[in-house]
RNA sequence: GGUCCCAUCGUCUAGCGGUUAGGACGCUGCCCUCUCACGGCGGUAACAGGGGUUCGAAUCCCCUUGGGACUACCA
């Protein structure tokens, strides 16, 4: 595998039709691996020559979650660079160019049919069984209509040579017969160029080295090869990645099957380093048992070779997982910043050192950020009143002079339990639910601890008469 | 239908001719324990099937089966 052919320079092209889902964020984050592994340059391209897709807001989107999650571009739209503009809609002139040239060539041919002809054509090919291929109907003498007729641009595939392949990165050798395929179309009507042909300029133009993409591309990679062939241009390397499969069923991750996007992921409160150790699992391994990786391991250890062939399920309680387990090994200060956007907003009536204290209670409950309000929610505010019970006025007999500190808590409550002869489940469950509201909470002592004396016995007292 | 791709526990995966088929998530038993978590120690569970090749196949080849992608003037 020729990995070291330098400069490598690899693109991400999502068309902006959409908010951008996981499994697109994962060949994302391959490309930047590659890049980044490389010395090489991650390149963004905005592949928007479906006028009839374009949804909008969905650009920013995409800017937005490769930001969010710590992938930046080197060069693409928003950053530019010395191989602009990257978005395809601004380049319609380079592709007339280049069409042209291929029209001179001969490799490209004008065809005037008309949708109703062609559907025709595939119900007939549908009926006989056969894979459907444009009769180049357009090519035979006296069928040619007036250039000012609206007409797309066809790709004549050549009879020679009998078949066409690549060594993928990841598949390995891959062959396909010319003669299955058909005179694809390179420019529609409307002149904008269809994927096939910006794609193999662009690749070109922008001087990728390594064409990292979903395998869905992979039937028509000879199509592309031939562009590059018709050209005389050197094509890239391919590397056609697994699928992401929705967790539902066996089908390709896609929105209608509950992708959620990068952003709703990030709303949630799952961390980035979090996606982006997990999504590199999802196709990639590095051959050891580990399971969580930090970004500079992953660009270290990131290799095309170690590229799964097979597709991959998205398995969000495994990414809860490895959340939960970043989030406990984060330092308290460090959670604190992160924490605020997600606390509830009574907290911001406390101090730092307060909203610590609090946090390094929930910090080992903690899955995701968004669970912080409910997790949190008793610190900040009084519970409603519980059922009064006959032990209170005892309990708060004992408390009153207490200290708080946790270990005096401790030997008064243990007391208690004994004074009272119950157990502690009973009395602590007791005083957890008349303090906090809840019935699972943390540890008792540490709780009433953080939430000091006024605070405690104001909530006791509010469970009495 | 046609072309092509893929195939180890439910899931993510290790394995690249010789292993009691390993790890992790999930589920689960026990321990810790004031609840909930965390943590520790166990358990559950896989080479799709059939032919070859080989002294020996999860590993190599073929077929079958299953799953998937593509088959647009969408990407």
């Not at 025709?120 to 180049?136: I, V």
Request: net charge negative; proline share 7%.
């Amino acid at each position: 595998m020729s990995s070291t052919k330098t400069p490598v320079r690899v693109r991400f092209a999502p068309s902006p039709t959409g908010h951008l889902h996981v499994g697109g964020i994962r060949s994302a984050l391959f490309n930047w691996l590659w890049a980044r592994h490389n010395d090489g340059k991650f390149i963004l391209r905005l592949e928007d020559t479906d006028r009839k897709r374009l949804v909008e807001g969905a650009a920013d989107q995409i800017y937005a979650s490769h930001d969010a999650l710590g992938i930046t571009p080197d060069e693409g739209p928003v950053q530019g660079g010395p191989y602009g503009p990257y978005i395809q809609s601004e380049r319609l002139e380079i592709y007339a160019r280049y069409a042209t040239q291929l029209l001179e060539s001969g490799a490209l041919y004008p065809c005037w049919c008309t949708p109703e002809r062609l559907d025709g054509l595939r119900q007939e090919a549908q009926k006989a069984g056969t894979a459907f291929k444009y009769d180049r109907y357009c090519l035979k003498p006296g069928n040619q209509l007036a250039e000012a007729e609206p007409h797309v641009l066809r790709f004549r595939i050549p009879e020679v040579p009998e078949s066409i392949g690549w060594d993928d990165a990841v598949r390995g050798r891959l062959d396909f017969k010319l003669a299955d395929l058909d005179d694809f179309v390179a420019i529609k009507a409307d002149n904008f160029p269809t994927y096939h042909f910006a794609n193999v300029v662009d690749d070109h133009l922008m001087k990728i080295s390594h064409v990292l993409r979903a395998d869905e591309w992979l039937p028509s990679t000879p199509k592309h090869l031939l562009l590059f062939q018709a050209f005389d241009w050197e094509p890239p390397t391919y590397a056609h990645l697994p699928a992401v499969l929705g967790p539902g069923g066996g089908k390709k991750l896609s929105k209608r099957d509950g992708a959620q996007s990068v952003q709703e992921y990030l709303d949630e409160g799952y961390l980035p380093e979090a996606l982006r150790s997990f999504l590199a699992s999802l196709g990639w391994n590095d051959g050891t048992t580990q399971e969580v990786y930090t970004t500079p391991e992953l660009i270290g250890r990131f290799t095309l070779d170690r590229v799964q062939k097979s597709p991959a399920k998205f398995d969000k309680e495994r990414l809860t997982w490895m959340n939960g387990l970043l989030i406990r090994q984060m330092p308290l200060d460090e959670l604190l910043e992160r924490s605020r956007a997600f606390l509830p907003p009574e907290a911001k009536h406390y101090d730092a050192q307060y909203l610590k204290a609090v946090l390094r209670l929930v910090q080992e409950r903690l899955k995701f950020l968004s669970e912080l309000p409910e997790l949190t929610e008793f610190f900040f505010a009084d519970p409603a009143s519980a059922e009064p019970h006959e032990w209170l006025p005892q309990i708060i007999a004992a408390l009153e002079p207490s200290d708080f500190t946790e270990a005096d808590l401790e030997t008064r409550l243990r007391a208690l339990t004994t004074e009272l002869d119950t157990k502690p489940g009973l009395l602590f469950g007791l005083i957890r639910h008349a303090v906090t509201g809840r019935t699972a909470a943390p540890g008792l002592f540490e709780t009433l601890h953080v939430l000091g004396h006024g605070t405690t016995l104001r909530r006791l007292r509010n469970n009495q008469f």
